[in-house]
């Protein structure tokens, strides 16, 4: 079995703010797990992915996500946001044995001007 | 080239209207996966091909009806829909199960 937390469904920053948004993953075999972006009224775009390999994973547009396998999370950082970073962001696990994407709820990014 | 096209963007529909829905990748890939989203939630998976033969069927209703012509072609066929089918409906395609899914960027469904 596996699933995904996302804490906090909506989480505001200032421009310019470091972002945090917090995934946290329950699987019985070890995870590959991933985070993606969906800007309004558009499909998902895969910002990062974890597999196995680097613990610390970077991926686009200044991103990325650490794996703490004591911790079971994953979650993804940002150093500086931007105004077009805003948009709904999606944790989802997967593993070796599973055909199927699980996805968190989600959470709703907002940026303050 | 990581890019998945879906047709079209947007679909009205009648509920006695039969209609479909078309993705294309031209990655290569031989998984292909429908979801359905409903707005503020993630996507729920429909369907998944491997091989253009059907995997796995989440239990979706028989008024959605898939079909995967050949390993770069998906469709969905949608027949008597109801007004809760309305919701985007995202087109995934892997190179492999378990492999990192890239998605289309959606048909927005609304059935009247």
């Known amino acids: 079995a596996q699933s995904v937390t996302q804490l906090g469904s909506h989480v505001s920053v200032s421009e310019g703010a470091l972002v945090l948004l917090r995934c946290n993953y329950s699987?019985?075999?070890?995870?590959?797990l991933f985070w993606y972006v969906q800007y309004p009224n558009q499909g998902l775009q895969l910002l990062l992915k974890y597999t196995s390999a680097a613990t610390l994973v970077k991926g686009i547009n200044g991103f990325e996500a650490e794996f703490k396998k004591s911790e079971t999370s994953f979650h993804l950082t940002k150093p500086s946001a931007h105004m077009s970073d805003a948009a709904e962001y999606f944790c989802?696990?997967?593993?070796?044995?599973?055909?199927?994407?699980?996805f968190g709820t989600g959470t709703r990014l907002t940026i303050i001007p | 080239d990581t890019e998945v096209t879906q047709t079209p963007k947007h679909l009205v529909m009648g509920m006695t209207n039969k209609k479909s829905l078309k993705c294309e990748q031209h990655m290569g890939h031989r998984a292909m996966y429908w979801y359905k989203q409903k707005a503020k939630k993630p996507p729920e998976l429909m369907f998944v091909y491997s091989y253009e033969k059907l995997s796995i069927n989440e239990s979706v209703p028989s008024r959605f009806s898939p079909e995967c012509p050949n390993s770069s072609l998906l469709n969905l066929h949608l027949h008597a829909l109801q007004p809760e089918d309305s919701a985007l409906y995202l087109c995934?395609?892997?190179?492999?199960?378990?492999?990192?899914?890239?998605f289309g960027p959606g048909t927005r469904l609304l059935v009247l």
């Open positions: 989802a696990v997967t593993n070796f044995g599973n055909e199927k994407l699980t």
């Open positions: 995934a395609s892997s190179r492999g199960l378990r492999e990192t899914q890239y």
């Open positions: 699987s019985s075999v070890p995870p590959y």
